[in-house]
């Protein structure tokens, strides 16, 4: 079978109709990641997965074991699937299968009810000819007989559109300076680019046009400093970080409020969590029903293991005495958030904030 598109797959996995085999390879190691984890959640019955779906290291494995696995029938379900990433280490570590192994026996006659992917972050399997780019032994034996899709680099010239593009599919739009902003800040990682999207979703919520002043205010001149990395620091209880991120940001101009508000939405998200974990352990359930990407679901759990309920009650009560205070005493921001955060990172209550002879006397 020749090579095909990446839209192909994402055709099938919307029609649910799918071949027996598959191979993701090529330059964008994301790219070929993310799109193994669509294909999987679409081809796995999620009730009977713990039975059917094989996860595969090519280091560990060898092609007499992938065809093990590849033949067992599926239970309870109409298909299994079975996953080998790095199907490359296999080959370089293991020995390459010729045409009559059992490997090339499967691929030419696959089970109909298993859906084997094969994964390799490189398109060093590829060669040119008089008749244009053929597959090297032994991958050539499942080019022929499997669904093969090239996921090409993504140069840098090409990484604004790219950007671009995927907020648009998405629902936003991006400004034309926001993305020359955006692409200097971040680089040209389509992992890093993805995650920092994420971010300015979180960011502007509804809103359906991200402006430059949004990915400043987001991503910043320094990565470091903005108000994402404040909540891992604050939900790592990192105090000495967390001050130094708060006065850092303040000091580049941010709004104390904008943190307030960042904050109150990710201890608001720590405790819906605390709730949907009684009803599922799924991570992709999980992120679902809390409106954020799985990406980042770990990390929402890890900082509720060292938050427990009555950390979260001090963390809003110190959230609310905060606002109030900014709202009706010219008290330094920088204080009460200073105070604000001490007592969040330590769980405990906010004391009282000292207020100056001016604020006493309009009281």
Known sequence: MPIIAPDSLETAIRHGKFDPVYFLFGDEEFLIEEAAQRLIAAAVDESTRSFNYDLLHGSDVTVNDIVERASAYPLMAERRVVVVKEIDRTFALRGKPDDASPFARYLRSPSPSTLLLMTAATSDILSKGKGGQSAKAPYNLIVENGSAILYKKIYDREIPSWAAARIKSRGKEITPDAVEIFIGYTGGSLRVLNNEIEKLFTFVEDRKRITAEDVRAVVGASKVYNVFELQKAVGAKNLELTIEITDRMLGAGESEQLILTMLSRYFSILWRLVELRTRTK????????????????????????????????????????????????RVDPGLVLQLMLTAIVRGERMHGIPMRSADLAEM
């Open 282 to 329: 799924d991570t992709n359930e999980l992120a679902r029903g809390l409106s954020i990407s799985s990406f980042f679901i770990n990390e929402y759990q890890a900082a509720l293991s060292r938050y427990p309920m009555a950390h979260l009650r001090n963390a809003f009560e110190s959230l609310l005495q905060a606002d109030i205070v900014l709202k009706t005493s």
